[in-house]
């Protein structure tokens, strides 16, 4: 019983951490971005800042907006907290995340994906819908690659549960995995692109005809916008722990260590710097491509994930 | 070194060169594309020497020594220099786009491994997971070669494709004796040599790269 109750405060803290950090990364990545572009950046609570301010206005919704396009933001948001309250992010007994496994996790962002496009088309301006058909092209490229990518990691740990697969990568012997280095390409090329960053889309474009993510939401404002943007947050930092629980989990706590707790704490925080500045690393030396070169870009990703699928079975490793 | 150790690191950097084939199957750049075919070269004698030290097999050594000097320094350096004379740095024009080449890779790498698994079976070395994937580089290059369309790129395919056949020969058997190897390399040198003064008669006669010219017969 009180194992069971820890487990639940445990889920909860994990939760409200997720939801509360966010933010933080997403002013980690500008900032590291401004700095390399030699700007001295708004700092890493800007984003914060930006929240609430959001959150203080008074919210605009068109005439002929219907109910969906209201409640779009809150399910957006919801949808995102459940994917990162999912992810085991500091130690692997969650009592969450038996309800979705990897497969229901990209079946939880097809949902919240659907909604958005619907939400976009709506109002019915010619951005919004352009911007949800771009997505919907993006996103049924990336969704396959996605897949093999944790099918890829299934394949060794034997089982689509986040957890047992943390579990075996973590804690067994330390093994190279030539097939795992193919699916870590491939899931960087997917983060790229699922999270609207910038060799596929760029989130800080003020150019409606270059947009994708951007132009589905150009009409919301105040509290929704904010919802949305907090919601964006959090997908970044879902699928950043998705990647380090998958390819980098060293350091997580055991099932039932609770010990290990502030060591896992920490040793997030420095893979979380690290995939920050990463990103932001790889975001300046790239530069936006073409919309049609996309599709080129996520077969690229899909290629690499199903090649490391092949690898696992020739090599077994 | 432990056994185990060493064949994981082969395996990876086996899983590199497989992705570094793909690499140059999906450039557009010639400058990219010798780059791409010198690192090739790197991982190989990387992975030689990983052979070597596990197996303590000494002529190893030697090759992995002529792969580093041949395929790293001389021959990218040959190249660069070609395309600086020439001075032809337009994008690779593709007979088939992009994706649809890498579609076709992926069939090629499948063909590949089974093909591979029975002789798999057959050796004893400690580098023979690698074989298939040592004839999927080898296919891969292959391919580079049809799909492309004007010389140089063509060229670098079928150095490439002699990168697949020495890692093929060295997971399978430990390599070749040394003569031969001596021999394949003087030969590729040579090669080198005789394809770059090819590309100025070809450019003097046709004023172009593009080997399309090459196909039609002229009556005069």
Same mark, same amino acid.
């Given at each position: 019983?009180? $194992?069971?109750?820890?487990?639940?405060?445990? /889920?909860?803290? /994990?939760?409200?951490?997720?939801?509360?950090? $966010?933010?933080?990364?997403?002013?980690?990545?500008?900032?590291?971005?401004?700095?390399? /572009?030699?700007?001295?950046?708004?700092?890493?609570? /800007?984003?914060?800042?930006?929240?609430?301010?959001?959150?203080?206005?008074?919210?605009?919704?068109?005439?002929?907006?219907?109910?969906?396009?209201?409640?779009?933001?809150?399910?957006?948001?919801?949808?995102?907290?459940?994917?990162?309250?999912?992810?085991?992010?500091?130690?692997?007994?969650?009592?969450?995340?038996?309800?979705?496994?990897? &497969?229901?996790?990209?079946?939880?962002?097809?949902?919240?994906?659907?909604?958005?496009?619907?939400?976009?088309?709506?109002?019915?301006?010619?951005?919004?819908?352009?911007?949800?058909?771009?997505?919907?092209?993006?996103?049924?490229?990336?969704?396959?690659?996605?897949?093999?990518?944790?099918?890829?990691?299934?394949?060794?740990?034997?089982?689509?549960?986040?957890?047992? &697969?943390?579990?075996?990568?973590?804690?067994?012997?330390?093994?190279?995995?030539?097939?795992?280095?193919?699916?870590?390409?491939?899931?960087?090329?997917?983060?790229?692109?699922?999270?609207?960053?910038?060799?596929?889309? @760029?989130?800080?474009?003020?150019?409606?005809?270059?947009?994708?993510?951007?132009?589905?939401?150009?009409?919301?404002?105040?509290?929704?916008?904010?919802?949305?943007?907090?919601?964006?947050?959090?997908?970044?930092?879902?699928?950043?722990?998705?990647?380090?629980?998958?390819?980098?989990?060293?350091?997580?706590?055991?099932?039932? @260590?609770?010990?290990?707790?502030?060591?896992?704490?920490?040793?997030?925080?420095?893979?979380?710097?690290?995939?920050?500045?990463?990103?932001?690393?790889?975001?300046?030396?790239?530069?936006?491509?073409?919309?049609?070169?996309?599709?080129?870009?996520?077969?690229?990703?899909?290629?690499?994930?199903?090649?490391?699928?092949?690898?696992?079975?020739?090599?077994?490793? | 070194?432990?056994?185990?150790?060493?064949?994981?690191?082969?395996?990876?950097?086996?899983?590199? +060169?497989?992705?570094?084939?793909?690499?140059? +199957?999906?450039?557009?750049?010639?400058?990219?594309? !010798?780059?791409? *075919?010198?690192?090739?070269?790197?991982?190989?004698?990387?992975?030689?020497?990983?052979?070597?030290?596990?197996?303590?097999?000494?002529? +190893?050594?030697?090759?992995?020594? !002529?792969?580093?000097?041949?395929?790293?320094?001389?021959?990218?350096?040959?190249?660069?220099?070609?395309?600086?004379?020439?001075?032809?740095?337009?994008?690779?024009?593709?007979?088939?786009?992009?994706? !649809?080449?890498?579609?076709?890779?992926?069939?090629?790498?499948?063909?590949?491994?089974?093909?591979?698994?029975?002789?798999?079976?057959?050796?004893?070395?400690?580098?023979?997971?690698?074989?298939?994937?040592?004839?999927?580089?080898?296919?891969?290059?292959?391919?580079?070669?049809?799909?492309?369309?004007?010389?140089?790129?063509?060229? !670098?395919?079928?150095?490439?494709?002699?990168?697949?056949?020495?890692?093929?020969?060295?997971?399978?058997?430990?390599?070749?004796?040394?003569?031969?190897?001596?021999?394949?390399?003087?030969?590729?040198?040579?090669?080198?040599?005789?394809?770059?003064?090819? *590309?100025?008669?070809?450019?003097?006669?046709?004023?172009?790269?593009?080997?399309?010219?090459?196909?039609?017969?002229?009556?005069?």
């Amino acid at each position: 019983m009180n $194992a069971h109750l820890s487990g639940i405060l445990f /889920q909860l803290f /994990q939760s409200l951490l997720v939801v509360l950090i $966010a933010p933080l990364l997403l002013g980690w990545v500008n900032q590291c971005r401004a700095w390399l /572009q030699n700007r001295t950046g708004a700092g890493v609570l /800007q984003p914060y800042r930006t929240l609430r301010k959001l959150f203080h206005k008074d919210a605009v919704v068109a005439d002929n907006a219907s109910p969906l396009f209201r409640v779009t933001p809150y399910i957006l948001f919801a949808c995102m907290w459940l994917a990162a309250g999912v992810v085991p992010v500091l130690a692997t007994d969650l009592p969450y995340s038996p309800a979705a496994d990897v &497969i229901a996790l990209v079946g939880i962002f097809a949902l919240a994906r659907v909604f958005i496009a619907l939400a976009a088309m709506d109002i019915g301006t010619s951005f919004g819908t352009l911007g949800a058909r771009r997505e919907m092209l993006i996103a049924f490229l990336a969704e396959p690659a996605l897949l093999m990518v944790f099918f890829t990691a299934s394949l060794i740990s034997h089982s689509t549960q986040l957890p047992t &697969i943390v579990e075996a990568l973590a804690h067994k012997d330390f093994a190279l995995y030539p097939s795992m280095a193919f699916a870590a390409i491939a899931f960087v090329m997917i983060l790229l692109a699922e999270n609207a960053r910038i060799p596929v889309d @760029n989130p800080t474009t003020h150019l409606e005809l270059t947009m994708i993510h951007e132009a589905m939401i150009l009409e919301y404002s105040a509290r929704h916008l904010a919802l949305i943007e907090w919601a964006s947050s959090i997908k970044l930092l879902a699928y950043t722990t998705i990647g380090i629980a998958l390819f980098v989990p060293y350091g997580i706590a055991e099932a039932g @260590n609770w010990a290990a707790l502030p060591l896992a704490l920490v040793a997030l925080g420095v893979k979380l710097v690290a995939a920050g500045a990463g990103l932001a690393l790889l975001e300046t030396i790239s530069a936006k491509m073409r919309i049609f070169r996309a599709p080129e870009f996520l077969g690229t990703a899909f290629l690499l994930a199903v090649l490391g699928m092949l690898i696992h079975f020739l090599l077994g490793a | 070194m432990s056994a185990s150790l060493s064949a994981q690191l082969i395996n990876l950097l086996a899983a590199l +060169l497989l992705l570094i084939a793909f690499a140059m +199957l999906s450039q557009r750049r010639v400058l990219s594309l !010798i780059n791409l *075919f010198a690192w090739q070269g790197m991982v190989l004698t990387v992975s030689t020497l990983i052979v070597a030290i596990t197996t303590s097999q000494h002529h +190893l050594y030697y090759s992995a020594g !002529i792969t580093f000097a041949l395929k790293v320094v001389v021959l990218p350096w040959i190249l660069h220099r070609l395309i600086r004379k020439l001075n032809v740095k337009w994008d690779v024009e593709t007979l088939i786009n992009i994706p !649809i080449t890498m579609l076709f890779g992926i069939l090629l790498v499948i063909f590949a491994f089974n093909l591979a698994l029975p002789i798999t079976q057959l050796a004893g070395t400690i580098t023979r997971g690698t074989l298939g994937i040592a004839i999927a580089c080898v296919l891969l290059s292959f391919l580079m070669m049809l799909t492309r369309r004007k010389a140089i790129p063509q060229v !670098i395919g079928f150095l490439a494709m002699e990168n697949g056949l020495f890692f093929a020969a060295t997971s399978a058997t430990y390599g070749m004796p040394l003569v031969v190897e001596l021999g394949i390399a003087l030969d590729v040198l040579v090669g080198m040599f005789i394809l770059g003064i090819f *590309f100025f008669q070809i450019r003097e006669t046709f004023d172009s790269l593009d080997l399309k010219h090459m196909e039609k017969l002229k009556d005069e």
